[in-house]
């Protein structure tokens, strides 16, 4: 769809204003991301005299485990690491050896939110090796996979294990697999011209305190890097699904299905594996949100719609929590997205055949065909269990969502017969019908 119009433009740029005037930020600078593209940019305050452009540094915070967790998600696909792998097999000696690869991409490790010594954000960066010495029993807070517990140290040692399994520091192997494949030329580990510089605003007066800007050391993966508006908006349209060959789409996928939630029941706010998940005004999100003293981050990403937003600012609190999604409202509002096209497809007979009506026991679904020899089995009336099915090359196929994701779906011919077995749960073309391999058999008598 290109550019945003010219009154959206508009409405963007005095979100924003509000916001910066408002919340009283030195500079911010916001984007939206539609179809991959950058649609639109906003730069409100100043950085050195001018307005902040598309090329202006900030530092990003924790965005920074996101681009970590990605070159893990890459040594999972290799082959080179399971998720299920206790961290002691890839750093052996560790006093937290026995939590999972996945329970520290997903903060469910139940490990110590900020390293030992003095707040790390603000002090000079200290050695693996100090770190790792550093860690004791008393660095697990909580039992493993127990809850969701925001832990940086637990991104700290995702760094060394990419580190010893690249053969080079952390930051290399993201720049090398992630940053230089997406063009994200303008994301380094210290900042360089033209960059904002970090301040605190004061909160009764309006004046400023510039916060110290360090190598963060061993920590530096938790929330390292600095970054631009245009190479966050490249990011933005990765996590949206544009992973320009740097992920399987499957992978990132995985990346984005929630592994824990922050809320409860009806959770507003989650974590995949190393992306932070929301819900907001209707939209599931995937991204993450980044501070570090003198700075905050966030980009988020609603694949479904192809629509995205970020900001960067030189402060170290007090913006509001709505500023990106009241940006992706006004987008969708104003610009609503197109219904992709319905356009007919060949069929094979045989599938075309098995769609329709089916009976788990009494109660009565509907099976679709799909696109690429797909399944989509539906209860009518909308209680039951819901899935999509891929074909598989055994004749087959794989639940890919919902009760049945993983499981196999099976055409059962016997007797003239046709059943679907789907891990054991039997479907008929008629309530309980006898003449299927029903589960316990059927009263001979019939329905009375």
Known sequence: MGRV?????????????VEQAGCRVPSLAAAIVRDGELAWFGGRGTVDGRAPTPDTQYRIGSITKTLVA???MRLRDEGRLDLLDPLGKHLPGTAVGEVSIAQLLSHTGGLTAESPGAWWERSAGTGVETLLGSLGEDAARHRPGRRYHYSNVGFALL??????????????????????????????????????TGYAVHPWADVL?????HDAGAMGPAGQLWSTPADMARWTAFVGGDTGGV???????EMREPAIVDDGDMWTSGYGLGL?????????????TGSMPGFLATVWADPDEGLGALFLANTTSGMSRTLLGDLLAIVAEREPRLPVEWVPVSADPELLAL??????????????????????????????????????????????????AGERLRVVRRDGAVSLDLNTFVFTREPYDPAAPIPGGVDSAGWR
């Not at 992920?247 to 996928?253: G, Q, Y």
């Not at 932070?276 to 993450?288: M, V």
Request: glycine share 14%; net charge positive; aromatic share 6%.
């Open 355 to 404: 769609t329709g009506p089916w009976y788990w026991g009494p109660a009565p679904y509907v099976l679709r065909l799909l696109p690429e020899r797909g399944l989509s089995l539906t209860p009518l009336g909308g209680a039951g269990r819901s899935s999509r099915f891929v074909a598989q090359p055994d004749g087959t196929w794989l639940g890919l969502d919902g009760y049945y």
């Open 159 to 196: 760094g060394e294990l990419v580190a010893r399994h690249r053969g080079v520091p952390w930051e290399e192997a993201v720049r090398r697999e992630v940053l230089e494949p997406l063009g994200m030329t303008g994301t380094t580990p210290r900042p360089r011209p033209p960059h904002a």
């Open 247 to 253: 992920l399987d789409p499957a992978t990132l996928a």
């Open 209 to 213: 305190l510039p916060e110290p800007e």
């Open 276 to 288: 932070q998940l929301a819900r907001s005004g209707g939209r599931r999100l995937a991204g993450h």
């Open 5 to 17: 119009l010219e009154a959206t433009a508009g409405a963007l740029l005095r979100r924003i204003a």
């Open 70 to 72: 990605t070159v893990v």
